[in-house]
């Protein structure tokens, strides 16, 4: 309400003066200056400034934060002096204490981090379980769920990356994909479906098709190509293997490549690309490779 009777209102207009803006406010008033609160007449949160909050215990906690927003019940809910950050949705960063520079869009999205800064978090349940990491991205309903820790990691899809625990540089892209996949730093995983992964799996590169099956994979020594392949240009490959040390053929192997380290293979040279067809391993000349 305006304290100044009307006559003394209707004199500044008239004398070309004008009113000074205070709190833009929407339901009550709280008095804090640079704040704006749509919801219930509580005034926890706003200590800092440039703040706006929607919803029940949203923001409840802050003591010193600045330039944030917070929309939906306890939404930011333990924000203490973190800045520059955006919670939007039922619980969205809920626990994020001191953490700067972060979104959290989405139930639960991000609810458990404390004081990583630099993330975001997309999607209902994105990034749920990521409690100090920092630099990273989850887009999709449960990216990066179960990631407790880990920094520099990328989880895009519906589950992607769901199972991972404290992983630190990856990238995970996919619909339910990375699964199995819990321990183990600097994997790159494209393609849906992408399961059975080893628990430990790191630094890694898998490329697979839309219904999970894997089509190539490098492993730091092995290059893995599964299906027809059809390659033009230079190649050099760098890393193989005697014949000795091929793995026992097998139906999971079928369609997967190797290199001969050894020439003493008679009659196949040192470098000889082999192919196994899930019972040998075949020469590109139909010819099967014995010791």
């Known amino acids: 309400?305006?304290?100044?009777?009307?006559?003394?209102?209707?004199?500044?207009?008239?004398?070309?003066?004008?009113?000074?803006?205070?709190?833009?406010?929407?339901?009550?008033?709280?008095?804090?200056?640079?704040?704006?609160?749509?919801?219930?007449?509580?005034?926890?949160?706003?200590?800092?400034?440039?703040?706006?909050?929607?919803?029940?215990?949203?923001?409840?906690?802050?003591?010193?934060?600045?330039?944030?927003?917070?929309?939906?019940?306890?939404?930011?809910?333990?924000?203490?002096?973190?800045?520059?950050?955006?919670?939007?949705?039922?619980?969205?960063?809920?626990?994020?204490?001191?953490?700067?520079?972060?979104?959290a869009q989405g139930v639960n999205a991000g609810r458990s981090n404390t004081s990583g800064s630099y993330w975001l978090a997309q999607g209902e349940n994105a990034g749920y379980s990521n409690t100090v990491g920092s630099n990273w991205l989850a887009q999709g309903v449960n990216a990066g769920y179960s990631n407790t820790v880990g920094s520099n990691w990328l989880a895009y899809g519906v589950n992607a990356a769901f199972d991972n625990i404290d992983s630190s540089n990856f990238i995970c892209v996919g619909f339910n994909t990375g699964r199995g996949w819990l321990h183990g730093d600097g994997n790159i995983i494209i393609g849906s479906y992408i399961s059975g992964l080893p628990a430990t799996l790191a630094n890694n590169i898998i490329i697979g098709t839309g219904d999970g099956v894997i089509r190539y994979q490098f492993d730091g020594a092995i290059h893995n190509l599964s299906g027809s392949s059809s390659i033009s240009g230079n190649i050099k490959i760098a890393e193989s293997a005697a014949f000795a040390n091929l793995p026992t053929p097998s139906g999971s192997l079928n369609g997967y490549y190797r290199t001969l380290l050894s020439s003493t293979v008679p009659p196949r040279a040192f470098g000889r690309l082999v192919r196994c067809n899930g019972t040998n391993w075949i020469d590109f000349d139909g010819t099967t490779i014995t010791a």
């Open 1 to 103: 309400s305006d304290a100044r009777t009307p006559t003394a209102h209707a004199a500044t207009h008239a004398a070309g003066g004008s009113d000074s803006l205070g709190d833009a406010l929407v339901g009550t008033i709280n008095g804090v200056a640079g704040t704006v609160r749509v919801g219930s007449a509580d005034t926890a949160g706003f200590s800092g400034v440039a703040a706006w909050k929607s919803g029940v215990d949203a923001g409840l906690s802050n003591t010193s934060g600045s330039y944030w927003l917070a929309q939906g019940a306890s939404a930011g809910h333990s924000n203490t002096s973190g800045n520059s950050w955006i919670a939007q949705g039922v619980n969205a960063g809920r626990s994020n204490a001191i953490g700067n520079s972060w979104i």
